[in-house]
């Protein structure tokens, strides 16, 4: 590959798969070249996963300063330790009526707005020094400190108990699985997400990303110019 390459490719980062795999996989599709991501994605999360190129990577701090878009499925009939599929479902007791859309809908509007809000248990975020998923891997009780985020829109798009599909537009720093945690707690009940999908940073969307998996071809016209500095061959 051209050592010059250079630009920002946006990735549909697939089910199961670490942030770090897909840049891995675009280093080695790209003959070795410098690549970084903007913006952790969550391994059971899917969608828009940004990787800069080159001298791009010099931006990754303003491709994550971007807002971003989510769709999410919530479970309200049970929680997990990681807040998604990946734990074991522990389910709510003692449900005789289910809320309805309207007190969903009314709870939701809530997380709308800048707020404090508390990162999972099971995320990467550091307490002291280390970070608090590798603590509670080791069964130590952690619970990172609560810290004020931003969503510019949220809509509850579909409602059929115990699930609840929803749109979020945030600034970075939201955390999903969070919100699952926290909109039923608010409904007393007890939550995880089901499925997250980032459908867009910035103006990068699901539209014009592509599949990790293509060769080095695709991935060669699929880098997109988002700095005036940087140019693409």
Known sequence: MDAALQGILVINKPHGMTSMRAVECVRRLLGG???????????????????????????????????????TQIDLSATTITLDAEGERIPVQGVVTPPTHEQVQSA?????????????TFSAVKIKGRRSYDLARSGEAVQPSERPVTVHEITLLDYQWPVA??????????????????LALALGLAGHCLSICRTA????????????????????AAIRLFFPAVDVP
């Not at 929803?166 to 945690?181: D, E, M, N």
């Open 201 to 220: 940073v910035g103006p990068y969307d699901l539209q014009s990303a592509m599949k990790v998996t293509d060769s080095p071809q695709p991935l060669t």
């Open 165 to 182: 599909k929803i749109y979020i537009r945030c600034a970075k720093g939201f955390y999903v699985r969070s919100l699952a945690r926290d």
């Open 33 to 71: 070249a410098k690549a970084g991501h903007a913006g952790t994605l969550d391994p059971l999360a899917t969608g828009v996963l940004l990787v800069a190129i080159g001298r791009a990577t010099k931006q990754i701090s303003k491709l994550m300063d971007m807002e971003k878009r989510y769709e």
């Open 108 to 120: 939701l509007a809530k997380f709308c707005g800048t707020f404090m809000q508390a990162p999972p």
